[in-house]
């Protein structure tokens, strides 16, 4: 049976943690898209991990981790993690890397530097992981497939003709020095090694996986809210964060995924541009943020602020109905246990009129937030494991925030740790 582990917001909701904490009981883990462009943290008995290209599954004997198709696939970054974990003692994970899965290219890393420079104060506020040129190349069919790593002579003429195109930006528009294509395929050539042993057919794998009745686990990055269909456009990512893209992503059939557990934040935080309709600032904002997540809300890839707001439940019940959610995860609850109140948003106000659903960029820039204010608990709740034990402010909380956002919350996160879970 295949489960999905989505965000419902903006990203950093604590994926990798329900992830790692699922796959105790799972035997392979994919990431089915995304790139190292943001991380997850992981804490568990090895330390404290910030992942970015490997699944959260690598810290399991048992398990089989995989780079999908979907994936845009930093081989340089992804050998260091890989190399960092063994270093740390954690034992070396079973790894597969899909033959269909993209290369980021070192140009690629460049362009989205460039453009970001060129762009000013109106860039996207890109990690310049060169996402976005990735994506963009892969969908105008100029991109390279791990496979081609392995057909040299097509591999030389396919990159030449590239760069012709790509140099003319260089010179043109960024001023910037050439590209060689020699440099390029040397560098792909190293790549070519680093990925050997673990290249596969990943789609004939998980066919036969799934008819060996194998638990498979999905995990995405980023949230809902930056997809690039059903998000905040253009304030998105360039692939979907959707659990339905899984499928693609990972290539598996649709009707397999049976569980969609969205991971839920109890308070809201963003990274990068865009409409962050119930956002705080001041020192409102600061204490959530020092207090937020696991030693404060800082990007995992960048260490930049993330922004904070109180918990959006309009946003929230968009994000969890595009996943198509069985069950949400609400994590970091914990952390707004110093609160005497906690103001929730409940409803945008655009135009003089209330509403309580989700509206596509244009409007949701002239949303302001509604907010009811509910009681703090005023306790350390880490530590608790049944959810009679919650104070009852605190399960009010959960309770408000389950009938808002119309779907289960069956799993209450109370600290970073693997066990710091509540089921319900
Ligand atoms: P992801 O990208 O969705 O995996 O999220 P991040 O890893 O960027 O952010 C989640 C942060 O919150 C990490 O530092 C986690 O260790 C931490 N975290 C996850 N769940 C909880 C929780 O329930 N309580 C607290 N205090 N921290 C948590």
Redesign the pocket.
Known sequence: MVKAVV?ANW???????ITDMLAQNSDIIIRFQGGAN??????NNYGKFALHTLPSGVFYDHTTSIIGNGVALNIPVFFKELNELIERGVPAPKILISDRAQIVMPYHILLDQYEEERLGGKSFGSTKSGIAPFYSDKYAKVGFQVSELFFEDSLREKLERVLETKNVLMEHLYHKPLLSADEIFDELMRYREMVKPYVCDVSAFLYEALKAGKEILLEGQLGSLKDPDHGIYPMVTSSSTLAGFGAVGAGIPPYEIRQIVT?VKAYSSAVGAGAFVSEIFGEEADELRRRG???GEYG?TTGRPRRMGWFDCVATRYGCRIQGTTDVAF?????LGYLDEIPVCTGYEIDGKVTTDFPATGLLYKAKPVYEVLPGWKTDIRGIRRYEDLPENCRKYVEFAEEHIGFPITMI????GRN?IIYR
């Open positions: 965000g990203g950093d909701e604590g994926k990798g943690k943001a991380g997850h943290t992981i804490v991971v997540g696991d030693g995992a994590t970091v609850l914990d952390v996160s109370n600290g970073p710091d």
